[in-house]
């Protein structure tokens, strides 16, 4: 019982105050202004950023529609790229090997900037849009909580309990504008790094995907015949110019996602392990962080030593398990950052990337860092290896693996067993 009366209390505390809510327009947000001002009677602030997904204005007008005091915009699409998608790229970033994190590594960023309008705004709380379920509460309440302790946080979505047809239900009764129905009722995050998309028949993970659900590419068996090649120049790690024309980050994305989408390359089909515990089929569509991850990864190993090369993928897992995780702030997360800025201090070059049904393939890489040397690797003629010291290095190599056979033939030979 002693939880209800925590939740009362938390009630009673906002009541009549003020509220920033973290605002997408969609159909969690939407029924929340309305909600927060009938369960708390709350003055609602909304605010959305601008991560390269579109429809802001739209989401500001809504907002303004159901009722909220003021609705602010931030164009965010620059600090995205620069502090925290440039960050992902040179840690390989990839959580459980296949989703490039381009949800997750936005939600630090909002959860940044809400702190800043709360404290600019006077609120009382901040709320968001997150179920119990999911990864996002985490991330969200930890990076609030890191940056603002003493700001007190809502999350309606767990208070209402509502499945999500009654929310459609509920928003239907309200005049709620939503984007979905319930014949179509998927639920999708999306940025510049990448899209999102739950719900529905999705839920059931021996369901192939519906074509219908894809914005950003098309299915591979739909991309043209002939493949498509992209050549990306990298300097300290970061791409800064895509065949040939220098553009700066945001909107190198942004022409690498038609690129890569137009030939069916970024849908990933996955079941992931949630930070709470269970395991939820997601879909993302991710064209270009496939590509620059791809070649980002094959042009460092291209620069780096063997010995780094086997550190660093180390290094890149643990980056991605507390970026997933909600652990931006976290000290580990800047130890580890600290590591990857020096790695890619190196990796500079050009990498080209053939793409084809759904494939992005490194066919090529050039730098003047590489650690390649034509004249030690060819086996032609005027190869410069001296082949006459390998008998010397395998047998010092191999010391440990045949004294430990030696012992063990000897052991079996006195019908023992180690």
């Avoid at 390269?52 to 790229?81: C, I, M, N, P, Y």
């Avoid at 120049?233 to 038609?258: C, D, M, W, Y």
């Avoid at 082949?387 to 056979?405: D, E």
């Amino acid at each position: 019982m002693a939880q209800p009366q925590t939740k009362r209390a938390v009630h009673k505390k906002i009541a009549s105050k003020r509220v920033l809510l973290l605002y997408s327009g969609g159909l969690d947000t939407s029924c929340m202004v309305r909600w927060l001002q009938e369960k708390y009677s709350a003055d609602v602030i909304t605010l959305t950023l601008d991560l390269g997904q579109g429809g802001l204005e739209e989401a500001r007008a809504k907002a303004l529609k159901l009722g909220a005091k003021s609705a602010h915009v931030v164009d965010a699409r620059t600090e995205f790229v620069e502090q925290y998608v440039a960050k992902a790229i040179k840690a390989n970033g990839l959580y459980q090997d296949q989703y490039p994190l381009s949800t997750a590594i936005a939600r630090p960023l909002m959860a940044k900037v809400a702190v800043e309008y709360a404290l600019k705004e006077g609120v009382d709380a901040i709320a968001h849009g997150c179920t119990g379920k999911g990864n996002d509460q985490v991330r969200f309440e930890i990076s609030i909580g890191a940056l603002a302790p003493d700001l007190e946080v809502l999350a309606p979505v767990r208070e209402w309990n509502m499945s999500r047809e009654e929310e459609i239900h509920y928003a239907e009764r309200h005049g709620i504008p939503i984007p979905v129905d319930i014949h179509s009722p998927y639920s999708t995050d999306e940025n510049l790094w990448g899209r999102s998309i739950e719900c529905g028949v999705l839920e059931k993970p021996d369901s192939e995907p519906p074509a219908e659900i894809f914005e950003y590419a098309i299915p591979p068996e739909q991309a043209p015949n002939q493949p498509e090649y992209v050549e990306l120049e990298f300097e300290n790690g970061l791409p800064t110019s895509l065949n040939g024309r220098a553009e700066n980050l945001v909107q190198l994305i942004a022409e690498l996602h038609k690129i890569a989408g137009r030939n069916g390359v970024g849908i990933i089909d996955m079941v992931e392990d949630r930070v709470v515990g269970l395991k939820s089929r997601e879909i993302y569509e991710c064209p270009a962080a496939v590509v620059l991850l791809a070649a980002h990864r094959d042009l460092e190993r291209f620069c780096c030593t063997i010995h780094e090369n086997e550190f660093k993928p180390l290094v890149d897992r643990m980056w991605a398990e507390l970026a997933y995780k909600g652990l931006w702030n976290d000290p580990l997360m800047a130890d580890l950052e600290a590591f990857t800025d020096k790695i890619n201090e190196r990796v500079s070059g050009w990498v080209r990337v053939k793409l084809y049904k759904g494939h992005a393939q490194v066919v090529g890489r050039r730098s003047e860092n590489g650690l390649y040397d034509l004249n030690l690797a060819t086996y032609e003629r005027q190869q410069t290896f001296d082949q006459s010291a390998s008998p010397g290095f395998i047998k010092i190599w191999g010391l440990p693996t045949r004294s430990a056979n030696q012992l063990q033939t000897k052991y079996e030979a006195l019908g023992n067993k180690r």
